[in-house]
């Protein structure tokens, strides 16, 4: 199946919160590729995926970055298509360097970011489905199917909280 999302990394470190993105889509049902590529280690292989992205059927892109995280800004230079950011918390300045990087784009070449860090990184995957369900109703009914499972899951949590405090305290 050919890549609708595209999820770029600055390191192989990145991987472990990185791969949230993949476990979001997977659960969806949408096919993606992953891979390391730098900004500034590896600039013309990162420019190149970038380019020929949208030219395979990507629809989205999806990067994460730490430290001085240029690489979903570049990625947006070079790509027309939706790119999503993922701040990574891989320095001393635990992804606070990597947010500012990353959200403050200048106008002209937009950034969606997200938060630092694995909840980032599953929301990036989780938006990617919706801007892509917004042309595919099948993608739309599983993105549906699983926000009707969350409220379902809060709303049992709900009704035992309910449940121990409504029991007699021993
Ligand atoms: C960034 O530098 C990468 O995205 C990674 O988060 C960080 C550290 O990379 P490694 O030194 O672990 O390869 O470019």
Do not use: F, Y
């Not at 990184?121 to 989780?126: D, E, I, K, Q, S």
């Amino acid at each position: 199946m050919s890549p609708r999302v595209l999820i770029l990394m600055g390191s192989d470190s990145d991987w472990e919160v990185m791969s949230e993105v993949r476990k979001a889509l997977d659960e969806l049902g949408i096919a993606s590729e992953a891979h390391v590529s730098s900004a500034h280690r590896t600039p013309e292989r990162t420019a190149g995926l970038a380019r020929e992205a949208a030219g395979r059927g990507v629809e989205v892109i999806v990067c994460g970055a730490g430290a001085a995280a240029h690489l979903a800004g570049v990625v947006a230079a070079e790509s027309e298509l939706p790119v999503l950011g993922v701040p990574l918390a891989s320095s001393d300045l635990q992804g606070l360097d990597a947010l500012l990087a990353t959200v403050q784009m200048p106008a002209g070449v937009p950034v969606g970011t997200l938060a630092i860090g694995k909840a980032g990184a599953r929301n990036a995957g989780l938006l990617a489905a919706r801007i892509i369900a917004r042309g595919d109703a099948e993608v739309a009914a599983r993105v549906r199917a699983q926000r009707a499972r969350m409220t379902a899951e809060v709303e049992a949590k709900d009704a035992a909280l309910q449940a121990r405090l409504a029991a007699p305290q021993g």
